[in-house]
């Protein structure tokens, strides 16, 4: 999904399918009614799969929630929902954590200190996720999102870092860590 489609409606909407999916995933220990916070996107090189993280705060903590939305389904994959976007037609959207394209999105991210997009909705502030390399990468890798935003630093074992910031406040998004023994 190389362009945003101004204007376009997405049905079921994010508000009718998301705060549901959120409150049955094992990771969400939050206690109160979610409320967007911001937003920040990725391009596919290939133009084909929107990548897109929602910023949730509940009142008492910062959410973070990454979308794929696809033309057709991952063979493995977790699904969140499929919906009918108004000029685009069926989307099959996913857990990004699952999908290969938002992974490579984040290892880019970090390899060259890149920046996210803007993905801002009326009403809310810019959000952005910035990447940040620490250490070579000599192996395979793996990528640990903190759902929950943290304030914390990067770890001693990280490669690479992404931190971001929302209108309202900043923090760590995701360590890239070395998953096997350095070749």
């Not at 490669?159 to 998953?179: C, H, I, K, M, N």
Request: hydrophobic residues 40%.
């Amino acid at each position: 999904m190389g362009k945003i489609h101004t204007g376009a409606t997405l049905t079921p909407s994010f508000r009718d399918f998301l705060p549901a999916w959120i409150a049955r995933q094992p990771w969400y220990e939050g206690s109160g009614v979610l409320r967007p916070a911001g937003f920040f996107r990725f391009e596919d090189p290939a133009g084909q799969v929107g990548v897109e993280t929602h910023l949730l705060h509940d009142g008492e903590a910062v959410w973070q929630v990454p979308l794929t939305y696809r033309p057709a389904p991952l063979e493995e994959g977790s699904l969140v929902t499929t919906a009918e976007h108004s000029v685009l037609g069926t989307r099959w959207i996913y857990d990004a954590v699952t999908d290969p394209v938002w992974t490579a999105a984040i290892l880019d991210l970090v390899a060259t200190g890149g920046v996210s997009d803007s993905a801002a909705r009326t009403g809310f502030g810019l959000a952005q996720a910035r990447g940040a390399l620490i250490r070579p990468v000599t192996g395979p890798v793996t990528i640990d999102l903190d759902r929950r935003i943290v304030q914390n630093g990067p770890p001693e074992d990280a490669l690479g870092v992404v931190t971001g910031s929302w209108q309202d406040g900043a923090g760590r998004f995701a360590v890239v860590r070395q998953t096997g023994p350095k070749t």
